[in-house]
């Protein structure tokens, strides 16, 4: 009896022990917008007149985008030696669709500018980004369009 009652016992606990199936997320194509990319050129129009405003000697600058949030740095390559020593750096969430990409910007080493949303169309070509939009801040007197291209860093 005893025997009997141990095998059964030990008959419910390897059923017991059967691995559940687990869920399975359906995983999408990745998104072209997630990966670290090297700022090659950037251009200002305000009121009509074109500003090249990268590259710039002796600096350099990435962006980086995961799933849900982006984050830039550009900074001089001299280590912050000299008079053209420049870091700036800023991130947030961001939301993309189709050819629409919106940054919601949380930090920025200029201050007033956080908390503001930027409307952007991309285009991508093989391994470049061209971000094109608006930028504007009333109360910084700041209206003017930007148009930069990204080269995906590998």
């Known amino acids: 009896m005893k025997l009997t009652g141990l095998f ?4 419910l606990a390897l059923a017991s022990c059967t691995q559940k199936p687990t869920a399975t997320i359906a ?3 990745a ?3 997630i990966g670290t990319w090297k700022l090659i050129s950037a251009v200002t129009v305000t009121k009509g007149d074109t ?3 990268y590259p710039v000697p002796n600096q350099e600058m990435i962006k980086i985008l995961n799933a849900t949030h982006f984050a830039f740095m550009r900074h001089d390559l001299s280590k912050g030696k000299g008079k053209d020593a420049t870091y700036t750096a800023g991130g947030g969430t961001y939301d993309f669709k189709g050819d629409k990409y ?3 910007l949380a930090y920025l080493n200029a201050r007033e500018w956080e908390g503001r ?3 952007f169309t991309v285009q991508f070509k093989n391994d470049t980004l061209i971000q094109k939009g608006i930028e504007k801040i009333d109360s910084l007197n700041i209206n003017h369009e930007i148009i930069e291209t990204y080269v995906k860093q590998k």
């Open 8 to 11: 059964l016992f030990s008959a």
């Open 102 to 104: 919106t940054e919601h």
């Open 27 to 29: 995983e999408g194509p």
């Open 117 to 119: 949303d930027f409307e």
């Open 31 to 33: 998104s072209p917008m």
């Open 51 to 53: 500003v090249k405003d």
